[in-house]
DNA sequence: TAGTAAGTGAGAACCATTCCAATGTAACAA
DNA sequence: TTGTTACATTGGAATGGTTCTCACTTACTA
């Protein structure tokens, strides 16, 4: 369960970005900010069993959908057909396990460079007004790999 | 309608993944080798009209996801709800309008380092065994950046 | 506090993708 | 060539994540 700063954050949040300010959306984006598991659907609606017992899976998707317009939440797909998101906080990409579809976040000390250059050089030969950017990077997670006997576990 | 060159070039290719050629994976890898529209399942069956009038869209999922297994093809979501597929023959990423959904190829001198730097920067961070990448970069068309008012057309 | 535009929730609808079982065929060996 | 067999194709049914609908409720503004 949220914290109270956290519920003061994601209270402003909201404000900042011109929200009616819901409980569920208050709930939802908290949940999402406390955790930092890529969360489904279903995984977000029995995180909230205690606080939104009643809340339904329109609602969530519709406060989703929400947050993807403002920027404050990103989706990823890891191959297990649902979608997963992501509140995006601060800069990060993601390395997803093929094989049991593991989400961690990664970023190193120049990553935004990377990523801002990544932008220039798109926007120069696309010619596309840029407002974002994905990065995954795929492969085996070392449980996985212990699991596959490719790595051994000592 | 494919050229002969890639009709023998995409046969060679099946025979190197050892895959059973079959008239529909043949046709259907040919189609992508030849158009880079990153098709849907729909457009790849509209596309196939002539030549393969009577293949059901089983085989054509189940045809895209062996291509997806061994490497030779990429799936991409734009948003609008169905998988697009690309034959990846030459390492590219994505731009995607986010209000179109149009995606073009992407390249410069020097992406392939970015690429392989990233994907070691991963490894060392979060101790997966890299497999691949997906890069995708999100912003406006240049046509929908005229259709919305964005840009004058000049 | 009243008015109103916007959000919620239960269930139905949607539709891209997968599953299934019957039929067809590519690859290989004799 | 022919026979064998494992694998591929097909159409239709099933699946399941997401969206839609609409009656009801609520958060904001004046
Ligand atoms: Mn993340
Ligand atoms: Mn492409
Ligand atoms: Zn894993
Ligand atoms: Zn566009």
């Given at each position: 369960m949220a914290s109270n700063a956290v519920m003061e954050e994601t209270l402003q949040v909201l404000k900042d970005h011109k929200l009616r300010v819901t409980p569920q959306r208050h709930i939802i984006l908290a949940y999402l900010v406390s955790h930092?598991?890529?969360?489904?659907v279903e995984t977000i609606r029995d995180g909230l069993g205690k606080e939104l017992?009643?809340?339904g899976s329109s609602t969530i998707y519709n406060t989703l959908n929400t947050f993807v317009d403002h920027h404050l939440v990103v989706e990823l797909q890891n191959g297990d057909g649902s979608t997963h998101y992501d509140y995006f906080g601060s800069p990060h990409y993601h390395a997803i396990c093929t094989n049991c579809g593991r989400i961690v976040d990664v970023t190193y000390p120049g990553f935004d460079e990377t990523e801002r250059n990544l932008e220039k050089k798109t926007a120069e030969l696309s010619g596309y007004m840029i407002s974002g950017n994905h990065m995954e990077v795929y492969g085996l997670c070392p449980e996985c790999q212990i699991k596959l006997g490719i790595k051994s576990n000592d």
């Open positions: 930092h598991n890529h969360p489904t017992p009643n809340i």
